[in-house]
T-cell receptor, first 112, second 112 residues
Framework: DAGVTQSPTHLIKTRGQQVTLRCSPK?????VSWYQQALGQGPQFIFQ???????QRGNFPDRFSGHQFPNYSSELNVNALLLGDSALYLC???????????FGDGTRLSIL | GEDVEQSLFLSVREGDSSVINCTYT??????LYWYKQEPGAGLQLLTY?????DMKQDQRLTVLLNKKDKHLSLRIADTQTGDSAIYFC????????????FGSGTRLQVQP
């Protein structure tokens, strides 16, 4: 039973560029959430997708956008990258209202 | 507003019990979670508790919830070196489809 998988594992970009991160949820899960974890901090909620729509959003600018596909996989897009966007980006998936969120190993994004 | 606080560091000897504490301020929180993060990895769900429960036990893990004081604790019995990691407390208003709010994490160091 595959867990949550994320790609790529590491990524290096420069300021002003755009990036796309990908996530495949755990088998059977239909909801995907994205979190940003800065070094030494707890994860911060970015947004959540269910039925291909953004259902909840945290305190992140519009430079952060996402998408969910019919197979429940998801992408996180970040435009006009800033140095402060350097972080570990975590994807979590869940099923329904009674199941907790399970996390992938994340994508480490470094901005030069 | 929501805020989750944890102590930064805990050091114990192998075989002793570890107690990691967490306080939260949102009285409407419904579910409270403990996640474990090892270096270079994502978050592993350890256990969670509904707000209408006082205690939950799962093998070596015991979670205690004091709703009056908004205090959550995780006790690890017979702590092993493999338990060395960062432990995050998190809260939400339900399980699958609500954002998680995390504390900054407690680094547990287990000395042989």
């Amino acid at each position: 039973d595959a867990g949550v998988t994320q790609s790529p594992t590491h990524l290096i970009k420069t300021r002003g560029q755009q990036v796309t991160l990908r996530c495949s949820p755990k088998s059977g899960h239909d909801t995907v959430s994205w979190y940003q974890q800065a070094l030494g901090q707890g994860p911060q909620f970015i947004f959540q997708y269910y039925e291909e729509e953004e259902r909840q959003r945290g305190n992140f600018p519009d430079r952060f956008s996402g998408h969910q596909f019919p197979n429940y996989s998801s992408e996180l897009n970040v435009n006009a990258l800033l140095l402060g966007d350097s972080a570990l980006y975590l994807c979590a998936s869940s099923l329904g209202l009674e199941q907790p969120q399970h996390f992938g190993d994340g994508t480490r994004l470094s901005i030069l | 507003g929501e805020d989750v606080e944890q102590s930064l560091f805990l050091s114990v000897r192998e075989g002793d019990s570890s107690v990691i504490n967490c306080t939260y301020t949102d009285s409407s929180s419904t579910y409270l979670y403990w996640y474990k993060q090892e270096p270079g990895a994502g978050l592993q769900l350890l256990t969670y508790i509904f707000s209408n429960m006082d205690m939950k036990q799962d093998q070596r893990l015991t979670v205690l919830l004091n709703k009056k004081d908004k205090h959550l604790s995780l006790r690890i019995a017979d702590t092993q070196t493999g338990d060395s990691a960062i432990y995050f407390c998190a809260e939400s208003w339900d399980t699958g489809r609500r954002a998680l709010t995390f504390g900054s994490g407690t680094r547990l160091q287990v000395q042989p």
